[in-house]
């Protein structure tokens, strides 16, 4: 099993960012699949969450409004578009695959300064 997230960078205040997670080592379509975050000193906080089909999504208020996640099942790929980015949303931004198993990527660092 491997999730490999990529599209992380420095970003200045109000940009955007779209993130991207390949799967791979198992059936990505059976999977619901979410973007977690981690701050430097923070712990670990979940971002966003997309169904197996991709019929239902939820967001964490902090992002609500200018984060999208998405998914590509034929491509076994799990976005997250993040626009008017802020300083706050500065972290390593993780993907996770869950059924029965939690799976987890290696991370995406985003950096928003200006």
């Known amino acids: 099993v491997q999730l490999v997230e990529s599209g992380g960078g420095l970003v200045q205040p109000g940009g955007s960012l779209r993130l991207s997670c390949a799967g791979s080592?198992?059936?990505?379509?059976?999977?619901?699949m979410s973007w977690y975050r981690q701050a430097p000193g923070k712990e670990r906080e979940w971002v966003a969450v997309?169904?197996?089909?991709?019929?239902?999504?939820n967001y964490a208020d902090s992002v609500k409004g200018r984060f999208t996640i998405s998914r590509d099942n034929a491509k076994n790929t799990v976005y997250l578009q993040m626009n008017n980015l802020k300083p706050e949303d500065t972290a390593v931004y993780y993907c996770?695959?869950?059924?029965?198993?939690?799976?987890w990527g290696q991370g995406t660092q985003v950096t928003v300064s200006s």
């Open positions: 080592g198992f059936t990505f379509s059976s999977y619901t």
């Open positions: 996770s695959a869950r059924r029965f198993s939690r799976y």
């Open positions: 997309v169904t197996s089909a991709g019929g239902n999504t």
